[in-house]
């Protein structure tokens, strides 16, 4: 399996799972990123914070995939 734009790839997936916390809010996954990381807020409107997992940080980065449409 040969992918030409790894980077490309890579945030395709993290989109599709931002795109899956949106989808699947009731998913436990869902309710534990809204609970330590956007409360107060929607998933396209979530802010980076200073303490947060390498994993958040990178479905954070890809939002704009989402963003974008």
Same mark, same amino acid.
């Given at each position: 399996m040969g992918f030409r734009n790894l980077r490309a790839f890579n945030e395709a997936l993290l989109a599709k799972q931002g795109w899956r916390l949106i989808t699947h809010p009731s998913s436990l996954v869902a309710?534990?990123?809204?609970?330590?990381?956007? *409360?107060?807020?929607?998933?396209?409107?979530?802010? *980076?914070?200073?303490?947060? $997992?390498? $994993?958040?940080? $990178?479905?954070?980065?890809?939002s704009w995939v989402l963003k974008k449409g």
């Open positions: 309710q534990v990123l809204k609970a330590k990381y956007y *409360p107060n807020a929607q998933f396209l409107q979530a802010k *980076p914070k200073q303490h947060m $997992s390498y $994993s958040w940080r $990178s479905i954070l980065q890809a």
